[in-house]
């Protein structure tokens, strides 16, 4: 017999591949065309997730940073006014506040061993308040009843209570506060009460502070002072014992100015000829002229405050506030309403930094999603190749290699992927903005975030794609394994 | 039994190459009961350059005997050989070599790729064979001349007669000058006149190609056309006729033209 003469069949590039799948998708147009939205819904989808959780993250950070500017210049007012309660003096030594601490040192004469024992004591309780907060609500109130975490500190000095907390605790299987019932014991016995002797001694020192800088100022009041002549409060309450460290006192005097016009304004509700002559203005009853409904008018526009400030000016009690100002602490008030409102607490800062801040439910109906989405686009492609069973199996007889066939089937996903995910990225980017725009208006941010929020879109478009090919993978298997025979089968 | 051999009583020209052989080839679907011996020892033996028909009813196995000897499935048992290379041998690249150089298929519905034009069709196999783009379309266009369709190379399936898509199917089973061309039923979809126009193609490139023309039909008219005929039935070859012998023993069929 002669040697055999058989030689290998060339290995074809990928361009080709493209260009078929791509003739093959065109020609089954409506088809691709189904699969290609199926696909750019789940991209959009997670686009939008995406970028307006970034958006949003961001936007209710910025938000938050303001409202604590104002509440920081509110704090600092009521220090120069009246001593902290010894909980805030707590977390000043607990947030290591050094401007604070070196206070709280003169005012209660502390020398470094009664600090740096205040530190200990003050650092053992914040390890205390964070193993209560760890337990889940329902194991709180069983431990703790319905007392916040100092007052059950102080409770727990009783050593009943202390064996019933104790029993509770092995009950529950949690970590014992302190890591030991010894530990637990020392600080409640011992330590914490030390320590609200040094907190107490601290507040007394505050009240003499704020004494003495009232006592300096009088007859005036800290307010009046503050507003017309800021510089003069700052040298007296540096002479008082204050450290002013932080503090920016023409800013504070036109904080506290500002509160005072919102005061005044307010307080003209409580004459009824304003009321009336108001209930004219704005058009409702009496009874409905409230705080909030004459800021909303005033700071609506210009012309309003006029109207208001020639009210004041007619009638016998008051003065006119100017008009120009009260426009602008009636904005302001509502501005800052309005933050409230959008971020009502705290917002937890480090969550962004993890998967754009997509919480848990999040990231479950994303992969539920993706999980429809895949099965659909494997669906559509098992169709294809299913229709196609001729076609392939004539391909294979002209000579056409299994890994030609899978990766003809590949790109046909991989290019509906690419297709579905730019447009889907695109249609997920606009409905972030809508969603976000409409949430949080003018105060959204968007060009902070922009870096992050186009890589939120490019990584959805990028799963889209990988997606597309992960659910053409079974069918371009059952595809390139079919048997060429199959091309001679009539129907 | 000694080992098969073609019948020596087939062709005279006994030193004509044998391009393909079966020996004792079997294709048994399903098994125990439902067994169904669609081939049931098939010896043959195909001479280079003829020209041969293979007749017999409806489900005797000549689906399934193209089906082996095209390479495109395995039989149960026996071998084949192609050019003396037994197909079993080899790999999978090199099988789809054999059937993209070797082999030229022609099929019953034309199996023409919907999404492409004539030319597109016609040059699908010079694309699995590495030719350049340039020298492909070429060549299409030479074959679409050859079945006379030159005119029409931008024509889809779909707009093109049952006749001319089996004339485009023509011209792409021999794009890579194969030497063989398996054409299973080639006429079964279409009229009388449009069906002796395929054969008499077929026949023209079997005369001026030298190519080895295998061909299953139901059509009598090839039977004056062809050199040889394999009748089968059962899954078993019945006889191996030359026409001539076939023009003595039963002048009436052949003799209308
Ligand atoms: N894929 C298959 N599975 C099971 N039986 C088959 C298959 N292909 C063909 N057969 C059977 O094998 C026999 C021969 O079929 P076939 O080769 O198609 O005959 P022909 O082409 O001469 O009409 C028939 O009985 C048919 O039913
Ligand atoms: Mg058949």
Redesign the pocket.
Known sequence: MKEIVAKDQVDLGSARCVQLAFAGMVFRLFRSLITVAILGMAVAFLAHMLAYSVMSGESVRRIWLELEADRTLGVQLRRLESPDPAATILTHWQRRDDSRMAEHRAWAGLNEADAAEIQRIADAVRVFERTIHSFSPRQRAILAGDRGTLELLNALADASTREAFLERNRQLERTVPLGSAEALTRLAEEDWPALQKSLARVRAGHLRATGTLEASLSPQTLGETLIATPGRVEELAAAAGFDLQGMDFPRLAAFAGDARLQRRIEETLGSMVIRRALSRSLNVPVADVHNLRLLTWLADSPGHAEEFDALLAEAEAFEPLGAADVHRVAARALHVRRLQRLVPEAPDLDAADSLFGLDTSARWLILLAFLVCVIGVANAMLMSVTERFTEIATMKCLGAMDKFIMLMFVFEAAIQGLLGGIFGAVLGLVLAWIRGASEFGNTLAVAPVLGAVLIAALSALGIGILLAVLAAVGPSLVAARLAPMEAMRVE | MTVPQPSPQTDPAERRAVIVRTLNLEKV??SGDAA?Y?LNGVDSAIYRGELIAIM?P???????YFNMIGALDAPTKGRILIDEVDVAQLSAAELAFLRCRKIGYIFQSYNLIRYMTALENVTVPMTFSGTSPEEAHRRGMELLDLVGLGERWQHRPIEMSGGQQQRVAIARSLANQPQILLADEPTANLDLKTGEEILGILRRINEERGVTVICSTHDHRLLHLCHRIMWIRDGKVERVERREDLRIKTGKIGGES
């Open positions: 679907y399903g169904t669609a017999g409806s489900g005797s196995g000549k689906s399934t």
